[in-house]
């Protein structure tokens, strides 16, 4: 058995990504970069994608494609990811995207259900996400105590759990979450999206005194500080410093919240010094350089895990996050640059 250092759970999906989807936006009611679970309006996206629109099919859901990111930067053997998949062959895909990045998966297959997926809709620089989770969201607790992944956990380090996972596997990232807390192991959240801190708030601060670092971009921290009274902080250090100040299960280790900006900045608080924040410039690139935003976050929270596994500092691994979403963005797809390139 491999001896993980990091530990990634989420919503298995297959991207199916087209280009050129104005009409599809007008159609199916959809923001050009936004992020929605499909509702009853949105299922014959899928089907009319694949009969009108060249389709191109990515390994995604955000911490695989985060965890993909980490085991891009890191040595063979380092990632393991969990999550729920069909027996299909979507499931197969997946299987075989991820051993082509060295990403080992421990997935959760449920007979007769369909591996969830993912209409990625780019207009210009923004891509509108509409998931149908179907296996995805039938992820059992009982699955991170059988004998494929109980070890996994124990040698990992480091843990990584999505917003989007608490739509429906709270209990199971409680499970995780608490663990790392009592082992005095990093457990690491990501927002993921405006609506998991509008409408999963009770699950998001259920969680969060067992988060070390906190992750989100600008609208996902605006969300947060919406719905959890912060309404007058826009002021993304402000709204940083709350979240970084909320209850913790371990103070033993300060919590770091660190929010994305797209191609402006990063900002990045921690709660042992909340009233200094640090910002860190992106490098940004001309617009034609830009191909696809799809995972860009993704990749960001990808490289930067990497390189806190690997120990780096602070600054190294904000660069390293920054470095791996600006290859992202200049692929279709949340996808990283082969042959592979030294990241740090």
Known sequence: MAS???????????D???TGGEELLKKYDLKPNDAILAEEKHMSIYEELVQKYKVTYV?????????????????PKSVVYAGCVGDDDLAEQLRAADAREGLDPVFLVKKGAKT?????????HHRSLVTTLRAAELFEKAHLASPEVAPCIESARVFYVEGFFLTHGTESALELSKKASEAGKVFVLNLSAPFI????????????PFCDIVIGNEA????????????????????????AMQPKANPSRPRTVIITHGAESTTVVSSAEPDAPRVFDVHPLADAQIVDTNGAGDAFAGGFLGAYVLGKSLEECVEAGHKLGSMCVQQVGPQYQWPKVQIL
């Open 4 to 14: 993980y250092q990091l530990f990634c759970m989420g919503n298995p999906l297959l």
């Open 16 to 18: 199916m990504q087209v």
């Open 220 to 243: 996902e921290a605006e969300a947060w500080a919406s719905a959890s009274g912060h309404a007058a902080q826009t002021d993304l250090a402000a709204v940083a410093a709350a979240i």
């Open 59 to 75: 390994a995604g859901g955000a911490s695989q494609n985060a965890a993909r990111g980490a085991a891009y930067v890191l040595p």
């Open 197 to 208: 801190p509008q409408f999963f708030q009770v699950q998001l601060q259920q969680i969060l």
């Open 116 to 124: 969830g997926a993912c209409a990625v809709v780019i207009t210009g």
